[in-house]
């Protein structure tokens, strides 16, 4: 299946989890990549992941929370692929705590890096996806955006801010041919989370010592075993971006494993 021939994405987290994921499929089904990522070692790593398709992958380090880092990326992604027909906005951060103690600092980094990047990474590429073939960004929500996460107010806060951005976004551009609409992962094991639904040291603190785990007690996939893994949502970004995601746009997707009925 070669959707993605001759189309031109750039993927934002593209050094791990879901984002990474995301850049092999794109890649296996024909398309060129830039995968961008604040950590050089974690897109050193995709690329070796890509194999043979890495010949049609481009890797750039980027911040996507400060906005020179994120014009310079753009312009670079732009020149690199000739333009632009998608992009997947992957990136992002969880920090986990008990609200009364988390620092305006903690709070601040997770609206910077989830919400705030995830504007500044549209903003700078809208004028090359004008331009571009059957145009289509995706976001990253969350099902924290509608559904009870304890001990991440700010990572809840940032992904629904992401959710009615999509909305706006969609109606915004939609006579200009743009489609935007988003995902909502839980239950997922990525980069961001240890397999169990608690946030990596790598990414932030976990969960706290005396986290109550009855208050998860509806947090748990009916499919499966257990979380699923990064390749389950890479592969619903890759139909929303794809011409078989032609009619949707100004919605989101969740993928869950039926976690929340």
């Known amino acids: 299946m070669n959707r993605y021939e001759g189309r031109r994405a750039l993927v934002t987290g593209g050094g791990s989890g879901i984002g990474q994921a995301t850049v092999l499929r794109i890649l296996a089904e024909g398309g060129r990549v830039v995968a961008a990522d604040v950590s050089e070692a974690g897109l050193k790593d995709t690329w070796a992941r890509a194999g043979a398709d890495a010949e049609r992958l481009t890797t750039l380090v980027v911040d996507?929370?400060?906005?020179?880092?994120?014009?310079?990326?753009?312009?670079?992604?732009?020149?690199?692929?000739?333009?632009?027909?998608?992009?997947?906005?992957?990136?992002?951060?969880?920090?986990?705590?008990?609200?009364?103690?988390?620092?305006?600092?903690?709070?601040?980094?997770?609206?910077?890096?989830?919400?705030?990047?995830?504007?500044?990474?549209?903003?700078?590429?809208?004028?090359?996806l004008l331009e571009g073939n059957a145009p289509a960004v995706v976001n990253f929500s969350s099902t924290s955006a509608m559904f009870a996460h304890p001990y991440m107010a700010a990572?809840?806060?940032?992904?629904?801010?992401?959710?009615?951005?999509?909305?706006?976004?969609?109606?915004?551009?939609?006579?200009?041919?743009?489609?935007?609409?988003?995902?909502?992962?839980?239950?997922?094991?990525?980069?961001?989370?240890?397999?169990?639904?608690?946030?990596?040291?790598?990414?932030?603190?976990?969960?706290?010592?005396?986290?109550?785990?009855?208050?998860?007690?509806?947090?748990s996939p009916a499919l499966g075993e257990g979380f699923a893994g990064p390749e389950a949502v890479a592969g619903v970004v890759a139909m929303l971006a794809s011409e078989d995601g032609k009619f949707i746009t100004g919605t989101e997707i969740r993928i869950d494993g039926g976690t929340h009925f």
């Open 64 to 128: 996507i929370s400060d906005e020179a880092s994120v014009r310079a990326a753009v312009a670079s992604a732009r020149a690199s692929l000739g333009g632009l027909d998608v992009l997947v906005n992957a990136a992002g951060i969880l920090r986990s705590s008990h609200t009364h103690e988390t620092s305006l600092a903690d709070f601040t980094k997770v609206i910077a890096v989830n919400l705030t990047g995830t504007f500044l990474m549209i903003r700078e590429a809208i004028p090359a």
């Open 155 to 219: 990572y809840a806060a940032s992904k629904g801010g992401i959710q009615s951005m999509t909305h706006a976004l969609a109606a915004e551009y939609s006579k200009q041919g743009i489609r935007f609409t988003a995902v909502q992962p839980g239950s997922i094991s990525s980069g961001m989370t240890d397999g169990s639904g608690q946030s990596k040291q790598s990414q932030g603190p976990g969960l706290p010592e005396d986290t109550d785990w009855s208050l998860f007690a509806k947090l």
